[in-house]
């Protein structure tokens, strides 16, 4: 099993600026892509960014050149840098790993983040 904690979330200004970490612990070797989701009340959860084992990234285009996706390998922890944050980024983030590049097997608990327009 693989535990996912996801720390960061708060309320900020339109504008401002946010850093979730995702910290796994477990059998993280067996974690081959990993990713933010988002899911803003009344809609469906969706994708924000992945990087794979390797540092491949790839991001909706919602965020694209606004949030960068990251991974320090040593300290098993993942983070996403939100810059230019707007009233429509307002959601619950989910970090998510899958063992597999097109699967999600395991999820944190989610933190809300808040941006006040």
């Known amino acids: 099993q693989v535990r996912l904690v996801e720390s960061g979330g708060g309320l900020v200004q339109a504008g401002g600026s946010l850093r979730l970490s995702c910290a796994a612990s477990?059998?993280?070797?067996?974690?081959?892509?990993m990713g933010w989701y988002r899911q803003a009340p009344g809609k469906q959860r969706e994708l924000v960014a992945t990087?794979?084992?390797?540092?491949?990234?790839n991001y909706d285009d919602s965020v694209k050149g606004r949030f960068t996706i990251s991974r320090d390998n040593a300290k098993n922890t993942m983070y996403l840098q939100m810059n230019s944050l707007r009233f429509e980024d307002t959601a619950v983030y989910y970090c998510?790993?899958?063992?597999?590049?097109?699967?999600?097997?395991?999820w944190g608990q989610g933190t809300q983040v808040t941006v006040s327009s």
């Open positions: 998510a790993a899958g063992e597999r590049l097109s699967t999600v097997d395991y």
């Open positions: 477990g059998r993280i070797f067996r974690i081959n892509r």
């Open positions: 990087i794979t084992r390797d540092g491949l990234t």
